[in-house]
């Protein structure tokens, strides 16, 4: 059995200011969709300019904060949010949705596509390549925080978090969906994405990657004590996690129709 090791959360502090390892993983993270995204542009994988990478990062750090905090309010705790809207701008006390997050990117990569006149499917079919490794940031800085810990297990990397106030070994499972929806996910889109797709099937790709293997790594993650589990037995990350594999299959189904009737 293993113990969490209980890193210190603050990774520098600069008189008052305490910086997180959890914010410096949104940094890295970033900073990677950054790197990924100027080899793509490099090699000739998108009509896209460096300029245009630096406007999306942007835009997408907004989608990400402000569509993660309102999807974790609107799926997890409405009632709690609604009596105290002003809650909503307490970020320093956590409270991120994925899902909400990823509504949010959607959101601005819509106004960024109509703006340059190209396909909301081109600019998602860019990036989608670039985002898993991003994930496997914020993941690695979930474990470091010793939060969203998984279910008690018998395994022998069973791993007992102090924060969870038991003595129970349990799942790191912050590292499972490092390993799968962060490096796994990565190779998988990365690798698709390098020969020439139809229109969508990239971003396709990723959103039924994602979906599946969130939705089976969830097995092992600890609900949300708030929430429990909820219809069939399934978590919320879980239903959350089923219409972005269909809306993945569709756009899959309907890109490659689309492309063989053009052909």
Same mark, same amino acid.
């Given at each position: 059995?293993? +113990? ?5 959360? +603050? ?7 305490? +910086?997180?390892?959890? !914010? ?6 970033? %900073? ?37 905090? @309102? ?6 705790? *409405?009632?709690?949010?609604? #009596?105290? *809207? $002003? ?13 909400? !997050?990823?509504? =949010? ?25 670039? $985002? ?5 940031? %914020? ?6 925080? =010793? ?17 969870? =106030? ?8 912050? &590292? ?8 796994? &996910?990565? #190779? @998988? ?26 939705? @089976? ?13 909820? #219809? %069939?037995?399934?978590?919320? =990350?879980? @239903? ?10 569709? $756009? ?12």
């Amino acid at each position: 059995m293993l +113990v969490h090791p209980q890193f210190d959360p +603050v990774a520098l502090q600069l008189g008052p200011v305490a +910086v997180h390892w959890y !914010g410096l993983m949104y940094l890295v993270g970033f %900073g990677l969709v950054w790197l990924l995204g100027r080899w793509r542009i490099k090699a000739g994988k998108t009509d896209l300019t460096l300029r245009d990478l630096e406007d999306l990062i942007f835009y997408c750090v907004l989608g990400v904060v402000v569509g993660g905090r @309102l999807g974790y309010a609107l799926f997890y705790k *409405p009632a709690e949010y609604l #009596a105290n *809207p $002003i809650e909503l701008l307490y970020v320093w006390q956590g409270g991120m949705s994925f899902h909400g !997050g990823l509504l =949010g990117v959607l959101t601005v990569l819509f106004l960024f596509a109509r703006r340059k006149g190209k396909p909301l499917l081109a600019i998602s079919d860019f990036l989608a390549p670039l $985002i898993p490794l991003g994930l496997a940031a %914020g993941r690695l800085g979930n474990f470091i925080n =010793g939060e969203l810990w998984g279910r008690a297990t018998s395994m022998p990397w069973g791993m007992v978090f102090p924060q969870s =106030g038991d003595n129970l070994a349990r799942h790191p499972s912050q &590292l499972y969906e490092l390993g799968l929806e962060g490096l796994l &996910l990565f #190779a @998988l889109v990365w690798w698709f994405s390098n020969k020439p797709r139809p229109l969508g099937q990239v971003s396709a790709v990723f959103l039924m990657g994602y979906g599946a293997l969130r939705f @089976l790594v969830e097995y092992t993650r600890e609900p949300d004590a708030f929430l429990g589990l909820l #219809a %069939g037995g399934l978590s919320m =990350g879980q @239903l959350l996690s089923l219409p972005m594999i269909a809306a993945g299959a569709v $756009i899959f189904l309907w890109s490659a129709r689309k492309s063989t009737l053009a052909s």
